[in-house]
């Protein structure tokens, strides 16, 4: 039986553009596929935002020809098999002109902190719907600190019903009552995963025993160097207990650098390095730069979560894993509120991280007889 949420997102697309492709084909002998332009944060090193791109191509319509605006196109081409162009300029301009319906897909696109071309994109957008393009807003997250200007413009391109979802409640409110936009969570909880055989190679390259229960964590840099080391701090105290428990430890690799305008010396890599340290042993790291696929798939593999980076607890959540976040970010702490999942503060006493442990790894270990048995 198909979710209500994925029916829906594939509503928004089945449509898309077919009446203006079918316009421009009439008197042709053969009708010419759908164009659709899919617009988001992709090519950007990140693995969620890749996720949501392929969950977007996942759930299009079989033969709809598509292209995708991208930061770094060959990026998109060689991750997606699909065509890519720059996200600004003269290709941008011939990518919006010869396409028939529009796409801006998922994550955090508005609010603060939000790209000068993220703030232009509803005015882009509503500039083509004036030259007959469809357009549709797809599990998009607006949150507070949107400029009201760029709000305005959203609201006035989405007024006609099903051209707008979001992925959470928050994003619903901060559009306003207004504004009929279902909320279907993050794309990514809907992507298919890759064959467990994948991950668990995956897995193995990286020096994972699959024999020993796993816990994964998938830490985030942030503006703040002390709550930066508070999490640290935390990480190091659950691989402890993890690792005294029997298990072993990996980092999850989300993105190839730091959010916030950190750059390259904060990115995840980085942050398991120094998890590493602290240990006094190696942490196997996975990713960057995985197929999105490929990563949930090695999450599902996975006993346990903990982590800052929202993609990875959505592979988590969307895969039973057991996962602990931190509440830090307004989107991340909407996700784990509604999928009732735990949360830490940024000062975590060492008794609820040890409990957490304690009850994670003997649920999920006594679940998975294929490597009990093995």
């Known amino acids: 039986m198909t979710d209500p949420r994925t029916s829906l997102i594939r509503q928004q697309l089945a449509d898309l553009g077919r009446r203006h492709a079918a316009e421009e084909s009439r008197g042709a002998t053969t009708p010419r596929a759908t164009r659709v332009l899919i617009i988001g944060n992709f090519g950007n090193g990140n693995t969620g935002d890749e996720a949501m791109l392929s969950r977007t191509l996942q759930e299009l ?206 990115r995840d890599e980085v942050l398991i390095e120094e998890l590493g340290e602290r240990l006094g042993r190696r942490v196997p790291v996975l990713g960057p730069q995985l197929p999105p696929a490929l990563a949930k798939a090695v999450v599902g593999e996975a006993d346990a979560l903990f982590g800052l980076r929202i993609h990875a607890l959505i592979f988590a959540v969307s895969t039973g894993v057991p996962c602990l976040g931190v509440g830090w970010e307004e989107r991340t702490t909407a996700f784990l509120a509604e999928h009732e999942q735990s949360a830490i503060s940024t000062r975590p006493p060492a008794e609820e991280l040890h409990a957490w442990v304690d009850r994670s790894l003997p649920a999920r270990w006594s679940a998975r007889p294929r490597l009990l048995s093995s």
């Open 61 to 266: 319509p079989a033969g709809t020809e598509v292209r995708v605006v991208s930061r770094n196109p060959r990026m998109v081409e060689a991750m997606h098999r699909v065509p890519a162009v720059a996200m600004e300029g003269i290709a941008f301009t011939k990518a919006l002109r010869w396409s028939d319906g529009i796409a801006v897909v998922g994550g955090g696109l508005f609010g603060t902190g939000a790209s000068s071309l993220v703030k232009a994109l509803p005015a882009i957008v509503w500039a083509a719907t004036a030259r007959g393009r469809d357009i549709t807003y797809v599990a998009i997250g607006v949150y507070p600190g949107t400029p009201e200007r760029v709000l305005d413009l959203l609201r006035r391109s989405v007024r006609k019903p099903g051209r707008i979802s979001v992925r959470d409640e928050v994003s619903a409110a901060t559009l306003g009552n207004a504004i009929v936009a279902p909320v279907v969570g993050d794309l990514a909880m809907g992507l298919t995963p890759a064959p467990a055989a994948d991950a668990r190679r995956a897995l193995a390259a990286a020096g994972v025993d699959p024999a020993v229960p796993l816990l994964l964590v998938a830490p985030k840099a942030l503006p703040n160097p002390i709550l930066v080391d508070c999490l640290q701090d935390a990480a190091e105290t659950l691989a402890r207990r993890w690792i005294e428990r029997g298990g072993a430890v990996a980092g999850l690799a989300i993105s190839t650098h730091a959010d916030y305008g950190l750059g390259l010396a904060r």
